[in-house]
């Protein structure tokens, strides 16, 4: 049995539980004014889901928000299955606001039962709430054109963004430790025993079927290649990844930049569940949104699952 989009899935548990821990109401759109502290570990995002249900970060899901020159994009962060708006960015969110853009992190795919834990409704609904999200950013601010990041399960529904919903409304879009191919058969090192059973647990969601329905990675293909001419993709991976390691992560068409987080930093263990509070994963994401003051990733030892303790230099 094949199996599409596993690589989305090995830490489904570990983000539900998280979610479930804090799990309240939908990020609000209350204004707030500052970036709040940064924060490289992932218990931080669980402690302020749990300690502030519903309240977004500080400095995001500003509706007054109108970007400033340097940044006329505004970026919206797309969180990964079982998660919500709130607790995987604890380090990305912070970083966008200190940087001066105009951020969203919405909960996406929520159910009304469980309105704090996002990707779980059908699919195709999701997919439209999400084109429907873009809107209301592009309407609110002003913009011509959104920035999207995505992560694990986030980075096939930014790919059909850019290509499929909203083509030509995505100027930058960041894929994080997730697969765009839809079939991990079709990558080298498949296990079929494994590929078998994920799968049968992934399409136990209304998400993951609808992320394993081969019309969906079609779309995204469509012409043999999930990218758009008017976007431009970086791809972001990492060998500690247990769930999208470059070979899944990377595509084999011409573009993207794809970038592995551990070249020229063998003391980053960043895995699946530490990457995106990743000190050099953010500024790799940081880079590709704005090239022109791009600066060298900080190297330091983040661990899998926990993320980087102790003292944090900051960017550049």
Same mark, same amino acid.
């Given at each position: ?15 539900? =539980? ?5 799990? %309240? ?12 502290? $940064? *924060? ?18 500080? +400095? /995001? ?18 969180? @990964?299955?079982? =998660?919500? +708006?709130?607790?995987? &960015? ?17 909960? &996406? ?18 997919? =439209?709430?999400?084109? *429907? ?7 609110? /601010?002003?913009?011509?054109?959104? *920035? ?33 191919? +839809? ?18 647990? !992934? ?16 779309? /995204? &293909?469509? %012409?043999?290649?999930? !990218? ?21 992560? !990377?595509?084999?068409?011409? @573009? =993207?930049?794809? $970038?592995? $987080? ?12 530490? !990457? ?8 790799? /994401?940081?880079?590709?949104? *704005? ?14 699952? $926990? ?10």
């Amino acid at each position: 049995m094949p199996l599409r989009h596993a690589t989305l899935t090995a830490t489904a548990a570990l983000v539900a =539980a998280a979610a479930l821990a804090g799990a %309240g109401p939908a990020a609000s759109s209350a204004p707030a004014a500052t970036a709040a502290p $940064i *924060d490289h570990t992932n218990a931080s995002g669980g402690m302020w889901n749990l300690m502030n249900p519903g309240k977004p970060w500080p +400095g /995001t899901d500003d509706w007054s928000c109108r970007p400033p020159a340097e940044h006329p994009n505004p970026v919206i962060l797309v969180h @990964g299955l079982g =998660a919500n +708006g709130l607790n995987q &960015w604890s380090g990305m969110a912070p970083s966008l606001v200190e940087e001066g853009y105009c951020v969203y992190a919405p909960t &996406w795919g929520a159910l009304p039962d469980h309105p704090g834990i996002g990707s779980r409704a059908p699919f195709r609904e999701s997919q =439209a709430e999400m084109a *429907d999200y873009v809107d209301r950013v592009l309407t609110a /601010t002003g913009a011509q054109k959104v *920035d999207l990041v995505g992560l694990s399960a986030g980075v096939p529904v930014v790919a059909h963004l850019a290509k499929v919903d909203r083509p030509g409304k995505v100027g930058r879009a960041v894929l994080m430790a997730g697969n765009l191919y +839809g079939d991990a058969n079709k990558l080298p090192g498949t296990n079929p025993e494994t590929a078998a059973s994920v799968e049968n647990a !992934f399409r136990s969601s209304p998400l993951g079927a609808g992320l394993t329905d081969e019309a969906f990675t079609a779309e /995204t &293909w469509k %012409g043999g290649t999930p !990218f758009h001419p008017e976007t431009e993709y970086t791809i972001l991976a990492g060998i500690h990844d247990q769930a999208s390691p470059p070979s899944a992560a !990377f595509v084999h068409v011409p @573009g =993207a930049t794809q $970038i592995v $987080i551990q070249d020229g930093c063998p003391e980053n263990l960043a895995d699946h569940v530490s !990457f995106a509070v990743d000190p050099r994963a953010i500024d790799h /994401t940081l880079n590709a949104l *704005d090239p022109e003051n791009a600066v060298t990733p900080r190297c330091l030892p983040t661990l899998p699952i $926990i993320g980087l303790l102790g003292p944090v230099p900051p960017r550049g």
